[in-house]
């Protein structure tokens, strides 16, 4: 079984502190991905990435960066922690061939509070 | 511009009842690929279905079954004789070519089984 982990499953930050979520997936996966979900939203993609040092913006990257140093490890960086962040975080990731090529695999969501 | 819209926010329904999700998408490729998502209470999309736009038959798979219309842009999801455990939010999803890694969510339709 695929699986996606995510460091946290709630965070409460200050604002203006420099936040890191950590998103690891163990299938060799060469896309991985970070959404956030706010009510009445479903899900928006913020970066993408589609190898190892490879990124791509979202539809919604201002205020984030990311980082992917190994395969299987893609971190999503607050660099100034907003009130307007506070949300539901989920990484996902994707193989790009075989059988479930267009699936993607998510974890279970980090919710981040910035007060 | 919203490329899928779940016009349902919320539905309640008695368990044994059955309950239909309705999905429209908007898109201008004749290549495109439609997702159903559950995410159930600990947070975790489950993958449920992927379509592609060439595939317009109708798919059941047990108490689920969905309907693809080209038409009319839908593919609605109907939980036959609905269970405790349906209970969850469910996503519609879009992905387009070229960008084919890139999913445009719907706004989710929660979804509460009643014993």
């Known amino acids: 079984d695929v699986k996606v982990t995510q460091s946290s499953r709630y965070l409460v930050k200050r604002t203006g502190e420099k936040v890191f979520l950590e998103c690891v997936q163990d299938m060799d996966h060469e896309n991985m991905f970070w959404y956030r979900q706010d009510p009445g939203l479903g899900l928006r993609l913020i970066y993408f990435s589609y190898d190892v040092k490879m990124k791509e913006k979202g539809d919604i990257p201002e205020g984030y960066s990311v980082s992917r140093e190994k395969k299987e490890r893609f971190s999503l960086i607050l660099e100034s922690a907003s009130t307007n962040q506070t949300s539901m975080y989920l990484c996902?990731?994707?193989?790009?061939?075989?059988?479930?090529?267009?699936?993607?695999?998510f974890g279970p969501g980090t919710r981040l509070t910035v007060t | 511009a919203q490329k899928v819209t779940q016009a349902q926010t919320e539905i309640s329904v008695v368990e044994k009842e059955d309950v239909t999700l309705d999905c429209v998408y908007e898109t201008r490729d004749t290549t495109y690929y439609l997702f159903w998502y559950k995410q159930p209470p600990s947070g975790e999309l489950v993958f449920l279905i992927r379509r592609n736009s060439f595939d317009e038959q109708n798919e059941i798979s047990g108490r689920y079954s969905w309907n693809f219309q080209k038409s009319t842009s839908s593919f609605n999801f109907t939980i036959t004789a609905s269970q405790v455990v349906d209970s969850a939010v469910y996503f519609c999803?879009?992905?387009?070519?070229?960008?084919?890694?890139?999913?445009?969510f719907g706004a989710g339709t929660t979804v509460t089984v009643r014993a």
């Open positions: 999803a879009l992905s387009e070519e070229p960008n084919d890694y890139k999913l445009s």
């Open positions: 996902a990731s994707r193989m790009i061939q075989g059988k479930n090529l267009y699936e993607q695999y």
